[in-house]
């Protein structure tokens, strides 16, 4: 069980008792305007069609469908396939928010690789954490060491510096994500980029999501379409939605997206994809076309679902106290869970309706040591030495998720 961290319990006992008294303090940060009501679909970061998708209307899912299948026909053409020649197994990968616990995923996959059985992934989604693990899992095991070494060398500084309890009362968050923002810039450069623009050019895709606060409505990234497209923002833009992917709401700043909407300059609010969904696979609409195809007896590629969820998926047990903040914290902790769990659930019944084989991970009850503070190194190597060991050996995927 993760402990309480009793700074932050003070700053928000301090930010509700500052704004009971109507103290003055530092000015709040500004912004830029909002896209306007009934506009959302409408606004566009680098001007390309398929930048992202917004699956939650009609247009988007028919965008994303359509980008499944011009993936497919990339994939096609690198391996000159003939007309009506079967293709090979699509093999898809999900990696779930978790903070501090996105190093058993990172692990797992790395031990994965040792053992030489991990395949090339067709599709890798991405949140939160999963969003910072995403682009090395999608990339192969040629980027393991780097991965490594974003779960097992980073510490705390390298991922957010305080703003001081007075100036976390009237800013956007508690903490200044900036160092995150360097450290996403230090790994994430014009090399890599070109690698993932190579994989996207192939018939692959990397999907990252984020939740766009103003319009409450996820938002899916095509990481690939954004690196291929040579556009000089394109680099920043991709920094910007790994960061934004991660940015949990009030504890990380949220990331100001500029947009043009009908030739005039607007600003979106993007934080954690997790606001939404700590996992996603895809979306219904494909899963559609291949059911068509199954339910006329026509031939259907093979599929593998991947889901690595960095959590646990059992309850855990707490002693919580009758006070405000330790009742409402424990509440939020059981619906970042119970939302954890739910999602697992949503990809598993997906995967079952549309004939799609399901292999879950997750952290289990043998790792049992505790998280003394927020990013501690010695948990976290701990815990990726934990999914390394089992990914070396075989990872013994479940097939369904636990009851």
Known sequence: MTRPNPTRRAALLAAG?????????????????????????????LGLPNERFMVTSPEGQRAIEAEFDAAGARLRSRLALRPGQPMPRLNLLSVSGGGENGAFGAGLLCGWSELGTRPEFNLVTGVSTGALTAPFAFLGRDHDPQLRAVYTELTLADIAASRGLLQAVFHESLADTAPLFRTISRYLDEPMLAAIARAYDGGRLLLIGTTNLDAQVPVIWNIGAIARSGHPGALDLVRRILLAS?????????????????????QEMHV???????????????????????????????????????????????????????ISGRAISTMIAASGYNDVIRIYNATQRDGVGFNLAFIGTDFDRELPAPFDQDFMRAL???????????????????L
């Open 17 to 45: 008792a500052t704004a009971a008294l109507g103290l003055p303090g530092c000015a709040s940060p500004v912004r830029g305007p909002a896209v306007p009501r009934g506009r959302t679909t409408a606004a566009q970061v």
């Open 246 to 266: 991660a940015a949990v709401p009030g504890v990380f700043a949220p990331v100001m997206v500029d947009v043009l909407v009908d030739g005039e300059a607007r």
């Open 272 to 326: 954690d994809g997790g606001a939404f969904a700590q996992a996603f696979l895809y979306p219904s609409s494909v899963g559609r076309t291949r059911r068509e195809r199954l339910a006329r007896g026509a031939a259907a590629r093979d599929v593998e679902a991947y889901v690595i969820r960095n959590g646990r998926l059992d309850p855990e047990w707490a002693l919580v106290e009758r006070r405000t903040l330790g």
């Open 384 to 402: 990726f030495q934990y999914g390394y060991e089992r990914g070396r050996r075989g990872y013994d995927w479940a097939k369904r998720p636990p």
